[in-house]
């Protein structure tokens, strides 16, 4: 298998998916839900979501307006990316072992994948 897409159900740092060490992470959209458990406010949320990203591996976040703290955690962590999924495809680097490259399709699919239409 060469890309397998996981989809964090719920916020990101203490959601189960996260067990899985991925090659890169991307955040699709940060949207006000599930305030019970991330936070009442997109920066809040934001910061749970960013605890799916991995130490020097790429950190992708697709919002056009990002919250600060997932900013803040993407770049302390990991390779933090921004803009368009094909922008953003082409700038991560390679990983040893992991097969090549992003491809910017792939990306660009995997980036519309997990919205759904109360995030947008």
């Keep these: 298998m060469e890309v397998a897409v996981l989809e964090v159900g719920l916020g990101g740092r ?5 067990t899985v ?3 890169a992470a991307l955040v699709v959209s940060i ?3 599930h305030v019970d458990w991330l936070g009442a406010d997109r920066d809040s949320i934001g910061y749970e979501k960013a605890g799916i990203y991995r130490p020097g591996r790429p950190a992708i976040c697709a919002d056009p ?3 600060r703290r997932l900013i803040d955690h993407a770049k302390e962590s990991a390779h933090y990316c ?3 999924a094909a922008t953003m495809a ?3 680097p390679n990983r040893p072992g992991a097969g090549g490259p992003l491809k910017s399709g792939s990306m660009a ?3 519309g994948a997990g919205r759904r239409s109360s995030d947008r």
């Design 65 to 67: 307006d990002p919250p």
């Design 21 to 23: 060490d991925a090659d």
């Design 82 to 84: 921004s803009g368009s």
């Design 109 to 111: 699919a995997a980036a």
């Design 90 to 92: 082409s700038s991560v």
């Design 14 to 18: 203490l959601d189960a998916v996260n």
């Design 31 to 33: 949207g006000i839900d």
